[in-house]
């Protein structure tokens, strides 16, 4: 069912396309206008929209009412910068006309006045307000200039509400939670979608009146290596392996039911983000992929256990356990022994001296459902683009290794260029949920025709 079919749907500051995949969806048909000053993010939009009308140019120098050509429009969607508001960007001055960059929204509400305006960002928008001597944000002033922004739509006739959605109860793999703004002049009430997923341990998920979340183990691809720490060129640093020994004591060493797939035990971690050095189970919400290294990248850290008893060896993610024989000498790939007593961090290399042995030998060894597993490698690697845009919730079929230029040319995509895409991202199930709830009026009057 096509909606909104006299009307124009524009996404403004549209990146790689997470929002219009959502807005395609909801409508049954393309978005009209999509507007970003990033040659790259629009060649994936490019490809992947073709019947789009595509502006790779600032915001603030599109003419609303030319590129309109004063039809009129059903829907505005702004995604501005929000490095500048956001808690994972660092202690940096900001730029005021990054911060500034959401008052494009009162330049199309003034101009050809938007029956609906949806605004995305992390949830300290609601903190903008002027900036100090410093550059950086005033706490005296925090609020007040989010406070005339709303009012501001308000006076140009719009009714205006907001508040904060978390992606993985709409259906995505991520737990990413943003703030949404919409704002309408049309008479009908603003509506924020009912949560469809859940934690599996509330009543409401138990009882079927919701899905489980999805978990980041579904948008793992098993098959890509994960190498050994023990065997890297260049050894990680020192804060990474914390990462990787707190992660696998929580998730793996002292949890009871801990995941399993084919002998491998799974973790996720954060990398470069030295503010908050967490890892998180693979059964799980993936957390927000971030478009920048500051933010943290996602890792997948892999314990390859072995069954004590059967003497079976860790094997390989793309392959069935190993059955060992007489002849295998595997034991000698044991780089690595557990510390499972007292504040122990980093484990022990087999070239270095024991621990001290406690009266029971709980080196390297792991109960799970009453089988012991021993340790006999540990496995690292970073997250993937087709990882990381399964768990932000686009379909498979999405194009991110290539884009098309202006010049209607294939361009190719580095991975850094498809990680920022998709950490600048909306997910797609977000934007289909929030205009799902706000246009059943056009599905309700398409059914009654």
């Not at 040659?39 to 140019?57: D, F, G, S, V, W």
């Not at 490095?83 to 050809?112: D, Q, T, Y």
């Not at 793992?220 to 065997?231: A, K, N, R, V, Y």
């Amino acid at each position: 069912m096509k909606l909104l079919p006299s009307e124009l749907i524009v996404d403004n500051f549209a990146g790689g396309g997470g929002t219009s995949t959502g807005l395609e969806r909801a409508f049954g048909r393309p978005v009209d206008i999509a507007i970003n000053h990033d040659p790259t993010a629009l060649a994936m939009h490019r490809i992947n929209h073709p019947h789009t009308k595509h502006y790779c140019e600032s915001v603030w120098d599109v003419d609303p009412i030319e590129a309109t050509s004063n039809q009129p429009v059903g829907l505005v969607w702004l995604s501005p910068d929000c490095k500048h508001f956001s808690k994972a960007k660092g202690g940096k001055p900001v730029e005021k006309k990054i911060r500034g960059l959401a008052w494009v929204a009162l330049r199309w509400a003034s101009m050809v006045r938007p029956r609906v305006i949806m605004l995305e960002n992390v949830e300290e928008f609601k903190t903008w307000g002027a900036l100090g001597a410093d550059g950086k944000p005033c706490p005296i002033n925090k609020g007040r200039t989010f406070n005339s922004f709303v009012n501001a739509l308000k006076r140009q006739g719009y009714q205006v509400d907001y508040r904060e959605l978390r992606a993985c109860d709409y259906g995505s793999p991520t737990i990413r939670k943003r703030f949404f703004l919409i704002a309408r002049r049309d008479g009908l009430p603003i509506v924020f979608p009912k949560p469809t997923h859940g934690n599996p341990n509330l009543d409401q998920v138990k009882n079927g009146n919701l899905k489980p979340w999805r978990t980041a183990a579904e948008c793992i691809d098993w098959s890509i290596e994960c190498p050994s720490i023990f065997t890297r060129k260049r050894p990680l640093a020192p804060a990474t392996l914390e990462r990787i020994a707190g992660g696998l004591k929580k998730f793996v060493f002292d949890n009871p039911d801990p995941f399993i797939v084919d002998g491998v035990a799974p973790v996720l971690t954060e990398c470069a983000n030295a503010s908050n050095k967490r890892s998180m189970p693979i059964n799980e919400p993936l957390r927000t992929i971030c478009a920048q290294i500051k933010g943290g990248h996602h890792a997948l850290i892999s314990a390859f256990l072995a069954k004590n008893y059967t003497g079976v060896i860790g094997s390989d993610l793309r392959e069935p356990i190993h059955t060992i024989t007489a002849k295998d000498h595997h034991s000698l790939v044991t780089a690595f022994l557990t510390a499972f007593y007292g504040n122990e961090k980093d484990g022990n290399l087999v070239s270095e001296p024991l621990r001290t042995i406690p009266t029971k030998d709980r080196f390297g060894l792991v109960t799970i459902n009453q089988v012991q597993y021993r340790i006999v490698d540990i496995g690292f690697r970073m997250l993937q683009p087709i990882e990381l845009f399964k768990a932000q919730g686009f379909p498979d079929s999405y194009i991110f290794e290539k884009g098309v230029d202006d010049h209607g040319c294939e361009i190719r995509l580095t991975k850094t260029e498809q990680t920022r895409m998709v950490g600048n991202s909306v997910p797609p199930d977000l934007a289909y949920a929030l205009v799902n709830a706000n246009f059943q009026h056009e599905k309700q009057y398409e059914v009654a025709i």
